[in-house]
Structures are given as C-alpha cells and as structure tokens.
C-alpha cells in the first residue's frame, strides 16, 4: 500500500515550463513503476509519461516527447515531471501513479496506485 500526493501545478503562460512533484509514503517507493497522467475537461484520462524502478528507462507519450522529462529520486520517494513548452490544451489534472509490475504500461487500468491530482492550467 503506497499513498501519493503531487505537487507543483499552478497557472502558467504557453511556452512557460513547471515542474510537477508526486511524494510518496507507506510504501517501498523503489519497486513501483511510476507514471503521470492527465485529464483535460470533458476528455478521458491521458497517459503522459513513465519510469522504471531504477530510474533507467523512461516511456513517453507522443505528444509530449522532446518536450517533457519524468525522473524519480528513490531516496526521497519522489518522482518528477517537468513540462517544457506548455501548450493551452494542455491544460488539465496532471496525477501520479504506481504500479507493482516492471513494464512501463500506457493504460491507466495497469495501474495500482493513484494520487488526488494538481491541476495545471496553461493561458494563451
């Protein structure tokens, strides 16, 4: 049982960059897989980016790629998005998530563990 709380959403300009926090606790942080996801208003979740266990490889999402970057820090439980280049639609409830297994999986369903969400909005 792990819970997770993320951090760092806020209104931003398009083109600005922000840099999203997702801590965890009550759990053995370092054998997760860890992703973000994003939901816009009035559209499903959206797989956004992944990492593995030790960190090593990361999976991302077409629309984001060159653009974001998920890392993690095992040692302070936490892993990170930074969001680059911000563009309007965008904007939604950006949420951690954990998962047990070793794959770097796109669908929310693959995934165990879930924060509440920071809600980022980009302006134009």
């Known amino acids: 049982q792990v819970q997770l709380v993320e951090s760092g959403g806020g209104l931003v300009q398009a083109g600005g960059s922000l840099r999203l926090s997702c801590a965890a606790s009550?759990?053995?942080?370092?054998?997760?897989?860890l992703a973000w996801f994003r939901q816009a208003p009035g559209k499903e979740r959206e797989f956004v980016a992944a990492?593995?266990?030790?960190?090593?490889?990361?999976f991302y999402a077409d629309s984001v790629k060159g653009r974001f970057t998920i890392s993690r820090d095992n040692a302070k439980n936490t892993v990170f998005l930074q969001m680059n280049s911000l563009k309007p639609d965008e904007t939604a409830v950006y949420s951690c998530?954990?998962?047990?297994?070793?794959?770097?999986?796109?669908?929310?369903?693959?995934?165990?563990?879930w924060g509440q969400g920071t809600q980022v909005t980009v302006s134009s």
């Open positions: 998530a954990a998962r047990g297994g070793i794959s770097l999986r796109p669908s929310a369903s693959d995934y165990d563990y």
């Open positions: 009550g759990g053995t942080f370092s054998v997760y897989v």
């Open positions: 990492i593995n266990r030790s960190g090593g490889s990361t």
